[in-house]
Each structure stands twice: as structure tokens, then as C-alpha cells.
T-cell receptor, first 116, second 113 residues
Framework: GAVVSQHPSRVICKSGTSVKIECRSL??????MFWYRQFPKKSLMLMAT?????????EQGVEKDKFLINHASLTLSTLTVTSAHPEDSSFYIC????????????FGPGTRLTVL | AQSVTQPDIHITVSEGASLELRCNYS??????LFWYVQSPGQGLQLLLK??????LVQGIKGFEAEFKRSQSSFNLRKPSVHWSDAAEYFC???????????FGTGTRLQVFP
């Protein structure tokens, strides 16, 4: 149980285009999902907290207009990188908190974004 | 503010040797502590967690960790390392008034045959 999927696993796009990454909780409902960014050989940096049916809460320094987050249902959150640039290239990981659980997050496998 | 320190960036051990990965945290109250493992290009898998109770926590894959409040530590141990344990290990702390996890910078474990 407690499986989180991400799609796509890898994406390459041209500079200036937008890319959408999906995060799904497959066997549980998640009122809260989180989006992280991981640079090479670095720790995970929390970008935003996504709550079902409400606006995402962004961490300081994260551009909300650049990284659009939508949490339309209890099993799906999406991250859209708008007008992507090479500096947005990174490994993006989502996690989901079980509705019944407490402060335990289940992580997706990650999405490798490369912007040319 | 909460923080997590993993002092060892890179550790190399021989297969079959014992392992201890260090984690120190900074938090005013009793923290919620986690160890995650990440294989290359993969997401994070939870090894074990501490919320309360017994300070020695058993996890998956033969790992254990001990919460020591006096030392603000939550070190991860394994008595005998396998080659498949080579990965990146992250310690994380969560507060009881927030969903957020604060991660350490990770320790890369390399295992030699």
C-alpha cells in the first residue's frame, strides 16, 4: 500500500515551453501533497505544499507563477513548470500524506526535467 | 528553527561490515524523525521512523536507529552491510504543528565487495 506515482519519469523540453508533471496517490487519499526539487548531489528542497481544493502554499523564494500547482482531487496533484529555462532543469519529487496518517509522507519516484 | 545535520557526506564500507550513519537535529520539542533511502534516479523509500515510545526503532532491510534526546541524535545502524545498500541516505525531521519535513544533506554510502 501507500504507493505514489509520477508521470512522466523523464521529460526533455525546449526553453520557453511549459511542462506538466503529475503526482498520483494510487491506493490512498491524500489531502496534502508536497513538491520537492533536488539538485545533483543535494538534499531535497521543499517547493510547495498542495492541499486538495485550495491554493498551494509556496516556500520562500519559489516563484508561484513559474511553478503552478493544482490539487484538483484527493489523488492527483500537478506541477506545471511554465516557460521553462535551462536553470529549471532538475529532479522533481512529489510526496503525499495519507488522510489517516500523521506526518508520514510517501514519495513518488521523481521526474527528471531537462530544459534545452 | 528546525534543522538536520548529516556530518558525513560520503562513507565507504566493505560488504559485511557494520554501518552507522550520523544524524543530528535541532528542534525545541520532541521531534518526529525519519530515515529515507534513495537509489540513483529514484524517489525516497522510508526505512524507519520515530514518533514516540521506544527509542530504538527497527526498520526495513535490517536497519535500526536510536533516538538520543540528550545528544539530539538519531543515528542509523546496520550490523552487516550488503552491496545493495549502496545508496543515498537522508535523515529528516518533522514538527508536530506542520506537515513539513526538513531534510539533511544526505550521506552517500558506497559498499566495496
Amino acid at each position: 500500500g501507500a504507493v505514489v506515482s509520477q508521470h512522466p519519469s523523464r521529460v526533455i523540453c525546449k526553453s520557453g515551453t511549459s511542462v506538466k508533471i503529475e503526482c498520483r496517490s494510487l491506493d490512498f487519499q491524500a489531502t496534502t501533497m508536497f513538491w520537492y526539487r533536488q539538485f545533483p548531489k543535494k538534499s531535497l528542497m521543499l517547493m510547495a505544499t498542495s492541499n486538495e481544493g485550495s491554493k498551494a502554499t509556496y516556500e520562500q523564494g519559489v516563484e508561484k507563477d513559474k511553478f503552478l500547482i493544482n490539487h484538483a482531487s484527493l489523488t492527483l496533484s500537478t506541477l506545471t513548470v511554465t516557460s521553462a529555462h535551462p536553470e529549471d532543469s532538475s529532479f522533481y519529487i512529489c510526496s503525499a500524506r495519507d488522510l489517516k496518517g500523521y506526518n508520514e509522507q510517501f514519495f513518488g519516484p521523481g521526474t527528471r526535467l531537462t530544459v534545452l | 528553527a528546525q534543522s538536520v545535520t548529516q556530518p558525513d557526506i560520503h562513507i565507504t564500507v566493505s560488504e559485511g561490515a557494520s554501518l552507522e550513519l550520523r544524524c543530528n537535529y535541532s528542534y525545541g520539542a520532541t521531534p518526529y524523525l525519519f530515515w529515507y533511502v534513495q537509489s540513483p534516479g529514484q524517489g525516497l523509500q522510508l526505512l524507519l521512523k520515530y514518533f514516540s515510545g521506544d527509542t530504538l526503532v527497527q526498520g526495513i532491510k535490517g536497519f535500526e536507529a536510536e533516538f538520543k534526546r540528550s545528544q539530539s541524535s538519531f543515528n542509523l545502524r546496520k550490523p552487516s552491510v550488503h552491496w545493495s545498500d549502496a545508496a543515498e541516505y537522508f535523515c529528516a525531521v518533522g514538527a508536530d504543528n506542520t506537515d513539513k519535513l526538513i531534510f539533511g544533506t544526505g550521506t552517500r554510502l558506497q559498499v566495496f565487495p
